[in-house]
């Protein structure tokens, strides 16, 4: 009989800040931080960001940004039965 062990289990990442200046960016005009930060949200990888050479805000966080606070959580370990067919 063979097994294996798989793990899994989430991270929690918390990446440095970014500043943006809403008065850069035309669709923002007349938008609340909230709604402005709704739409961010909606449109995390698609949203470009001024100056940068990723292509969108999220790989800006990713790429560029340190991890000031990570956190491992809900970790679950199982036993697999390896089929020898």
């Known amino acids: 009989m063979k097994i294996r062990m798989s793990k899994s289990y989430m991270v929690y990442e918390v990446y440095d800040t970014i500043e943006i ?3 850069d960016y035309p669709e923002f ?3 609340t931080d909230q709604e402005v930060l709704d739409y961010l949200n ?3 990888f ?3 960001v001024n100056g940068s050479d990723e292509g969108s ?3 800006e966080f990713e790429f560029n940004r340190d991890i000031i606070k990570d956190k491992f959580t809900n970790e679950e ?3 697999i039965l390896v089929n020898e067919d």
């Open 21 to 23: 200046d809403k008065e």
């Open 29 to 31: 005009e007349s938008l």
């Open 42 to 44: 909606e449109n995390l």
């Open 46 to 48: 698609d949203f470009e």
């Open 57 to 59: 805000l999220g790989g």
């Open 77 to 79: 370990y199982s036993l």
